[in-house]
């Protein structure tokens, strides 16, 4: 489905189209572009010197056009694959419709040139380790992915990888991490005067009011320290759960059907119950939500940022028969 491009918007191949006319370039903060890029180059002069054409990637939907969406797809499906094998993956109605999800649903998040996909065969390399047993080591690869893709590419991941190992050391006990956000909030609103806005306004810049259609639009003044703050409270709440879309578009359901599904998941999977691999790959999700409320300036964007940490949801699938009681949408009650 990914390879008919009637179904899906131009706009999704924006990304392959800047990551090919940026400069290349590794060093501290290069930036999204030009990090990436440098991460990709070895392929993309792979791609030419086997004569596909990449300079009309984005404009012309034909054989060159396929050929590099399938070199981004094949590591994403491979590593589903081998994700799948690993933690003996049910096919009852919901684990079927979270695999339609990672791999239909979101197949032109991945099977384009993006650069999300680094972060996702990241997140699949420490859910693998996971699966195995190695819970300590899979939360040192993660964590030392995270700083090394943050301090290189996406700087907003040295956040992650802080609140990651935060909501892991409290994930034991639902009321700490209610508490923790609470907290968090307030040094949100403390802390108002030192945040570096401008990685925060370039993502909500006026040029950009026409790309999306779902701009997630904020009910405070977010150039004041309280409204800056219940903003960022509210697209959490907004973000994990986007029933809103459904009044703009009935086309976001399957979208708003499945983050709110995920989200519920994983707070279902937190708790002092629960297996602590399991409440690893739900830090992880739990997380990057918390990470995506600060930044992110769209929904669109929301959802396909969330591609970074399918394989944990994929996980929680996978492990959720584990969990003690039946599975069902979490009890608003702490253990």
């Not at 491979?78 to 933690?87: E, G, M, N």
């Not at 996702?120 to 080591?137: D, E, N, P, Q, W």
Request: charged share 15%; net charge positive.
């Amino acid at each position: 489905m990914s390879q008919i491009p009637m179904i899906w918007h131009a706009k999704f191949y924006l990304d392959g189209h800047t990551l090919l006319s940026s400069n290349p370039s590794l060093e501290l903060f290069a930036g999204s572009y030009r990090g990436t890029a440098w991460l990709f180059s070895p392929v993309f002069d792979a791609l030419r010197y086997a004569g596909v054409e990449l300079n009309k990637y984005s404009t012309e939907f034909d054989a060159n056009w396929f050929i590099a969406n399938m070199v981004w797809a094949t590591p994403f499906v491979v590593a589903t694959w081998l994700l799948l094998k690993r933690v003996n993956f049910d096919t009852d109605a919901s684990s079927v419709f979270v695999l339609f999800c990672a791999l239909t649903l979101f197949s032109p998040f991945y099977a384009s040139i993006n650069k999300d996909i680094i972060p996702a065969l990241a997140c699949f390399v420490s859910m693998h380790s996971l699966a195995k047993g190695h819970t300590a080591r899979a939360m040192v690869i993660f964590v030392a992915l995270c700083v090394a893709y943050g301090l290189t590419i996406r700087s907003y991941f040295l956040l992650f990888a802080l609140l990651f190992l935060a909501t892991q050391s409290i994930s034991g006990n639902r009321r700490l991490v209610v508490l923790a956000i609470l907290a968090g909030t307030g040094i949100v609103y403390l802390a108002f005067p030192y945040i570096p806005r401008t990685l925060i306004d370039i993502g909500r810049a006026e040029y950009l009011e026409g790309v999306s259609a779902t701009r997630i639009d904020y009910f405070f003044d977010d150039f004041s320290a309280l409204g800056f703050t219940l903003n960022r409270l509210t697209s959490l709440a907004r973000i994990a759960f986007p029933i809103e879309l459904i009044l703009k578009s009935p086309a976001y359901l399957p979208f708003v059907v499945f983050r709110c599904y995920a989200s519920a998941l994983t707070l279902r999977l937190m708790g002092s119950r629960i297996p602590t691999d399991l409440r690893v790959a739900s830090s992880v999700v739990f997380a990057f939500t918390l990470t995506q409320a600060i930044f992110e300036p769209d929904f669109g964007s929301s959802f396909r940022h969330f591609l970074m940490v399918m394989p944990a949801v994929i996980y929680l699938q996978a492990g959720r028969l584990r969990a003690p009681g039946r599975f069902r949408v979490p009890r608003l009650v702490f253990r």
